[in-house]
């Protein structure tokens, strides 16, 4: 029996044993295609490390586009000089008191300014509550936008309802309860003055009650503010009790008796003295702490205080015309009654006063106290009396 030759598998009897060769190539890999697999794999390497930085820069680039999208507008702002001599869109603020004084007392060092400024009149009203010579005081303003702007001190509770197309509508800052013969008094003047220091543009600053109203036209009273050399408030030493008697020695050596000053409450005064009494620190407590009733304190704080820092400044005079002749805490107020020719030519004769230095008849640019069922009579001859 011949033996069996086997390779994978048995071979089947009666056939043949087929023998299968398998024979291996010993070629070599083909060399361009090697080169060609190198270079994918190199461009893929490159292209991989490409998108990871491409990746990255742009998201650095986006964040920093994000940052700068946020913060541009205010950066621009603060780098423009238009930021800083743009008066406040609203003057209702979050400020207190602190605050408030830190910030309208920035003085600038350089006197002249790099911008055109036209010099406004900041007319400011401190009142309880209504103001009943608005009608009059909107036809002494019309027209003449460009050259006042308006601040009203009231109790905090009292709520407005000037129509949107008044003069007053917005007007009302940030106010706290004002008490007659009490420091709250001054701090209500203070407060205004500095509401209106933050309007660069104001350089002369009006300090009204809701009982005042202005005695001639726009145009006289601010050609008569504006040209003044001095700015007007009362500062006289006067003797007896209602000058010196009011003093306490205690307020030495920061105020002395012959320092002692007494002046209407009622002022016109420049950019300069109305810093003086927002940033003072110095006479306030001495004032706070030993002027009170019977010392009345808005009749002595800023007449003294002036009197001492500035005194020649003062035209040592008020530009509001009251009527003490009846007596009394308080003056004559005038009613529907007292409106006539003969009353204005009353006021507008009343004497002499000097102005830069030269005698003058015209004095009073304000008049107070008038009751409020006297507007209509007012308005019905301002044109007459006033020229408006």
């Known amino acids: 029996m011949q033996p069996r030759v086997g390779s994978f598998g048995s071979l089947e009897e009666g056939k043949e044993p087929m023998v299968r ?9 083909p060399l361009r295609l090697l080169q060609f697999l190198l270079l994918l794999l190199g461009l893929g390497i490159l292209f991989s490390f490409l998108s ?13 586009s994000v940052v700068q999208s946020r913060f541009q507008p205010c950066i621009q702002d603060k780098n423009t000089i238009a930021s800083w001599i743009k008066p406040p869109s609203n003057i209702l603020h979050e400020m207190n008191d602190t605050e408030l004084f830190w910030r309208g007392s920035f003085v600038p060092q350089i006197k002249e300014y790099p911008f055109k400024r ?80 933050l309007d660069i543009s104001n350089e ?26 001095y700015s007007f408030i009362g500062s006289f030493d006067e003797d007896g009790p209602y000058g010196r008697g009011r003093y306490d020695e205690r ?6 008796l012959t320092d002692w000053r007494k002046g209407s409450q009622w002022f016109e005064i420049n950019r300069k003295l109305a810093v003086d009494i927002v940033r003072d620190s110095l006479y306030y407590p001495k004032f706070e702490q030993f002027c009170r009733p019977a010392c009345y304190v808005d009749e002595h704080y800023f007449p003294t205080m002036l009197s001492i820092e500035s005194p020649e400044l003062l035209a040592n005079r008020t530009l ?24 204005f030519k009353r006021i507008f004769n009343s004497g ?33 009396f006033f020229g408006f």
């Open 204 to 229: 002369f600053f009006v300090l009204l009650s809701e009982a005042c109203i202005p005695l001639q036209n726009f145009s006289i009273i601010y050609r008569y503010i504006s040209r003044s050399r």
């Open 52 to 64: 990871m930085y491409a990746s990255r820069f742009l998201k650095v680039q986006s964040e920093i």
């Open 352 to 384: 002499e006063c000097f102005y830069n230095n030269q005698p003058t008849s015209l004095c009073y640019m304000f008049a107070r106290k008038f009751a409020p069922n006297a507007l209509d009579h007012l308005l019905e001859y301002s044109s007459k």
């Open 251 to 256: 307020m030495s050596p920061t105020v002395n």
């Open 21 to 29: 060769t398998i024979s291996q190539s010993n070629r070599p890999f």
């Open 320 to 343: 509001t015309w009251v009527d003490w002749s009846r007596g009394g805490a308080h003056p004559a107020t005038f009613g529907k009654g007292d409106i006539n020719e003969e009353f």
């Open 118 to 197: 036209t010099p406004k009149i900041a007319f400011m009203f401190l009142t309880r509550g209504p103001l009943p010579m608005a009608p009059l005081w909107e036809r002494f303003f019309n027209g003449n936008e460009k050259f006042y702007s308006i601040y009203v001190h009231s109790l905090p509770s009292y709520q407005p309802d000037f129509p949107p197309s008044s003069v007053f509508y917005g007007r009302q800052i940030p106010s706290q309860v004002a008490e007659w013969g009490m420091m709250s008094m001054c701090d209500a003047e203070r407060r205004l003055l500095a509401n209106a220091l």
